[in-house]
């Protein structure tokens, strides 16, 4: 089968290709060009162009930086300028990277697409989203691709449980990214400030406002909303005793702290709701739910009226999060989700 395989020229991209050429498959490699720095000669693409010369594949440049400004850049300044805490990566998944693919593999006659991340697709009926078997499962960011897109999705690396074994086969086929170390920020934040990236690159300013206590009393001054995000402790102040962001509330510009034991909930809102087969199982069903990355799922009753998902969690979870996403697994099967309101 010919497949069309998104490459970076970083470790997983270069394993994925190995994995797909022992599985017989002819590929191509495609490089996207996704943030404002990345051009023909920039440092990713050259990477992308030595890993598929290495591979022996075909590498196609696909310029996707107005769609990835459109659909990750600006929902991510509004989303600060709202006080909600976005996830980027979920944005760019669907409506950038595999979008990008599919019609960059249309141009060429090529069905099946392919990337490096860790996830699984289940195609024993239609298409389903699974977990991979490594830790590093990223499912959690991929639970908004549509059921078109799934149909067409390979993930060579999900069955790795974990990376040192995609490591490994990189060095063994000579790749230069084997000993590469993974990265851990935003691919348009380098250096990871998010704040400095809002107010210098894209001219976004946020007035002081008021801290203020879980019962509204005013309690010190914070230097603008865009500073802060759920759960934050850093940079708060002192107040005696460590706080914590409960919330933020743009309208007013305040921001709430509490106390560590105050930061739980046993409840949350989602909407703009989204589902990996299409549809939601039921208006009411019970499943495991993530709210953040690096959290476990946890049971978690939900309710579905007028698109938005009312969720009961058994036990309360810590800070649950304007903007991040709220994921829904019946076992290893991602069922869908949606951002937490």
Request: aromatic content about 8%.
């Amino acid at each position: 089968m010919k497949i069309l395989l998104g490459m970076s020229g970083g470790v997983d991209s270069c394993a994925a290709v190995r994995v797909l050429q022992n599985e017989g498959h002819e590929v191509v490699g495609c490089c996207l060009l996704m943030t404002e720095h990345a051009h023909e000669n920039s440092e990713s693409t050259l990477r992308a162009k030595q890993a598929a010369a290495k591979s022996g594949i075909e590498l196609i440049i696909h310029d996707c930086r107005e769609a990835f400004r459109q659909f990750v850049v600006e929902p991510f300044a509004e989303a600060y300028r709202h006080g909600r805490t976005p996830n980027p990566c979920v944005e760019c998944n669907p409506a950038v990277k595999i979008a990008a693919l599919c019609k960059a593999a249309d141009s060429l006659g090529i069905y099946a697409v392919a990337t490096g991340h860790y996830a699984k697709i289940d195609r024993t009926q239609k298409a389903k989203l699974c977990c991979a078997d490594s830790p590093k499962d990223q499912t959690y960011f991929l639970y908004r691709l549509s059921p078109e897109q799934l149909d067409r999705l390979y993930f060579p690396l999900g069955s790795f449980t974990d990376k040192a074994q995609v490591r490994a086969l990189a060095e063994q086929a000579g790749f230069t990214a084997a000993d590469a170390r993974d990265s851990q920020e935003i691919c348009f934040l380098p250096d990871g400030d998010y704040t400095r990236y809002l107010t210098e690159q894209l001219g976004i300013t946020a007035k002081p406002g008021a801290f203020l206590d879980l019962a509204g009393n005013v309690i010190g001054e914070h230097k603008g909303i865009i500073h802060y995000t759920a759960g934050q402790r850093k940079g708060l102040g002192a107040f005696g005793k460590p706080m914590y962001v409960k919330s933020i509330c743009p309208s007013d510009n305040t921001v709430t702290l509490c106390a560590a034991d105050e930061r739980f909930s046993d409840t949350a809102q989602a909407e703009n709701l989204t589902w990996c087969s299409g549809q939601a199982p039921s208006d009411h069903f019970t499943a495991q739910v993530k709210i953040r990355s690096t959290a476990k799922a946890a049971p978690c009753e939900i309710t579905i009226a007028d698109g938005i998902a009312q969720l009961r969690f058994e036990t309360p979870q810590l800070s649950p999060s304007r903007g991040q996403s709220a994921v829904f697994y019946d076992g290893n099967v991602v069922l869908g989700g949606g951002y937490i309101v």
